[in-house]
């Protein structure tokens, strides 16, 4: 089934969790420091440990009769970067596609609800938008590798994790000349700009205005569910944002920024529960219909994706009947993953069990948006005995997306 069908029949569609990263996380396999995991298809290790990664993420799909969109390992399978790996004219991008493609054959009938997007990536530093190219020079320099995927049989063409406007013209550019569907997937700040400090809206603008055809539709990914939400609600975004354009995610499991996750040694990440519940919210209030992970996921997070949204398709509870969420005490709490009707009664619980503790000093996370979390947590702690005084966080503390509130001691 080709990608627009697909669209059009399935209100949501599961992507892959993490890959390079899971890889680099769970494993001692050496990934190549060029081209990544692109080379992993020629050795009988590397082909076992990602056809295992891939089928993981294809059952939990078809677990819950969900189509999902695959990637093929060639984020980092430019004409250069092969040639620095020693791969030039091996033809990796064709045989990373014919990977796939026997892993999609061996699931018979429902291989009709698997997608396989050509995966590509930016020139340089995903996180550095400072070194990307200017637009004509990524159109010429990310020709090779369209025509390379598009030759292969792709269903799709995917470029991820794009800091930059400039770059992100220049590859759709060369994208159109694939014959194709396509799909720009951009990194973002929680203020809803790309990396260059470009707004979103104005780099979809941009792209459409120039790109012919355009693109099917764009995403973000490399970014946490909750950091979106922020910067879709900042922005007044109804339930079709930015015009019914953005309609995907690969969020991280972790709400730091890039920076600071870019070279981190352990694991920063929400449990799969909590995640779930942040992405499927973005799927009922913003209408995103191309939902899966990034940093930090693994087959668990993407297991209760499809499973929570298949409660909810089915008639089920859905995230209402979720195993009740096991809050750390910590002076801390993050109510980006909770339902406003959750807030009344979460804000005193948690302040009660912190004083128990002899924590008074809490820091309470609701997220800049459109402020009226803000406020309904500030009616709360107005009206609590307890609470001596509260104020907005500074800027190394949240800012105005988070609450400092002073207990009196028991």
Same mark, same amino acid.
């Given at each position: ?97 014919? &990977? ?43 020709? &090779? ?40 997937? %951009? ?98 209030? &913003? ?50 993953? %909770? ?72």
């Amino acid at each position: 089934m080709d990608f627009q069908t697909l669209i059009e029949r399935n209100p949501l569609i599961v992507t892959e969790g993490s890959v390079i990263e899971r890889i680099k996380r769970e494993t001692r396999y050496h990934l190549d420091g060029d081209i990544a995991n692109a080379g992993m298809i020629y050795d009988a290790e590397g082909s076992a440990l990602l056809s295992s990664i891939y089928r993981e993420y294809i059952d939990a799909a078809k677990r819950h009769g969900l189509p999902i969109l695959i990637l093929t390992p060639t984020w980092r399978a430019s004409r250069d970067r092969l040639e620095r790996a020693g791969l030039a004219g091996t033809g990796v991008n064709r045989d990373c596609s014919a &990977f796939l493609s026997r892993i999609r054959d061996d699931y018979g009938e429902y291989g009709e609800k698997i997608l396989i997007g050509g995966l590509m990536g930016g020139r340089g530093d995903a996180y550095d938008p400072e070194g990307a190219p200017d637009a004509e020079s990524a159109r010429a320099y990310h020709s &090779f590798q369209v025509e390379e995927l598009a030759g292969a049989g792709v269903d799709l063409l995917v470029a991820s994790t794009l800091p930059s406007i400039r770059e992100a013209a220049g590859m759709a550019a060369a994208m159109v000349g694939g014959g194709l569907p396509y799909i720009l997937s %951009f990194i973002i700040r929680a203020n809803g700009n790309l990396m260059d400090g470009t707004p979103l809206r104005e780099a979809i603008a941009t792209i459409d205005a120039a790109a012919r055809p355009a693109p099917s539709c764009y995403m973000l990914n490399c970014v946490h569910p909750d950091n979106v939400r922020d910067a879709l609600a900042a922005g007044s975004h109804t339930a079709a944002p930015l015009g019914g354009r953005l309609i995907g995610l690969q969020g991280n499991a972790s709400r730091r920024s890039p920076e600071e996750l870019d070279g981190r040694a352990g694991l920063d990440a929400d449990p799969p529960e909590r995640w779930a519940r942040a992405m499927l919210r973005l799927h009922t209030d &913003f209408g995103m219909s191309i939902l899966g992970g990034c940093c930090g996921t693994d087959t668990r997070h993407i297991e209760r994706l499809a499973g929570m949204y298949a409660e909810l398709r089915d008639g089920g509870p859905g995230d209402e009947a979720a195993e009740p969420v096991e809050l750390p005490i910590d002076g801390t709490l993050d109510l980006h993953t %909770f339902r406003a009707n959750e807030v009344k009664d979460l804000v005193p619980e948690y302040l009660t069990a912190c004083r128990e503790r002899g924590i008074l000093d809490v820091r309470i996370i609701h997220g800049k948006g459109t402020g009226a979390l803000r406020e309904t947590v500030h009616a709360i702690l107005r009206r609590l005995p307890y609470v001596e005084r509260f104020r907005l966080a500074g800027e190394d503390g949240g800012g105005w997306g988070a609450t400092i509130v002073t207990l009196n001691p028991e």
